[in-house]
């Protein structure tokens, strides 16, 4: 037998419209896109009947559809919301920041009086393991300058709003057949100096990187990088 949802009306539902979009500050809390035409409302327990003000968060839709599909988890949602409320709370009064929901959620603990808390298996932080690119941070910081530099060229390459940032580094875990869960900081120290030289020849092959070529470099040389940096 499954629990029947029951939709209640949202009471007063344009005043709690407007006051869900005042706390997000008309950016969509997930994507942080600020040119939404329509805002949503999503039931964080995802209890229809629960319209608890503090239940409800203001969303895009295509972020609204990510949580029905469980793309973004019902404790990110919630995490979300309690950053808001205590974001926006810190003046007013403390009871402001209880949220309570009738059903449980995952294994977060919402809280009482003044405190929220949110407990959560902990995830290990992975840190790169020696031997791995991101375990020599020099090293490291080299490549994420490099990347960056990609990206500023290819930014005013193809403008702001077009340029995708994750797609270089998808593509040089792709290149480096790194694995979905690992980030290109997992690369063997090995390879370091091939990838460097990979990178480089993107930024040279940017329309910015063939202009510039001749006048002056595109990059500082590793060499360079480390005294300025070190
Ligand atoms: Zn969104």
């Known amino acids: 037998m499954t629990e029947k949802k029951v939709r209640i009306k949202i009471p007063r539902e344009n005043k709690v419209r407007a006051e869900l979009q005042k706390e997000i500050g008309s950016v969509c809390p997930f994507c942080d896109n600020s040119e939404v035409g329509h805002f949503e409302i999503h039931h964080i327990d995802d209890n229809p009947s629960n319209n608890d003000y503090k239940n409800l968060i203001f969303l895009c839709p295509i972020c609204h559809s990510k949580i029905t599909k469980g793309d973004i988890s019902q404790t990110e949602v919630l995490k979300k919301k309690i950053d808001i409320l205590t ?118 092959s940017t329309k910015i990187g063939r202009i510039n070529k001749n006048k002056h470099k595109n990059y500082s040389s590793f060499e360079e990088f480390k005294n300025r940096v070190g």
Request: aromatic fraction near 12%; include cysteine.
């Open 87 to 204: 974001t926006n709370n810190k003046s007013e009064n403390s009871n402001g920041k209880v949220i309570n929901f009738n059903s449980k959620i995952g294994n977060a603990i919402v809280g009482d009086n003044n405190q929220i808390s949110i407990k959560q298996t902990k995830k290990t932080v992975e840190k790169y393991p020696l031997g791995c690119l991101g375990y020599d941070t020099v090293k490291a910081n080299y490549v994420g300058y490099l990347i960056q530099r990609y990206n500023e060229y290819k930014e005013s390459e193809v403008g702001k709003e077009k340029i995708k940032y994750g797609v270089f580094g998808s593509m040089l875990k792709k290149q480096f057949k790194i694995g979905v869960t690992r980030t290109i900081y997992n690369l063997p120290i090995e390879r370091f100096e091939e990838l460097v030289n990979f990178i480089q020849n993107k930024i040279d």
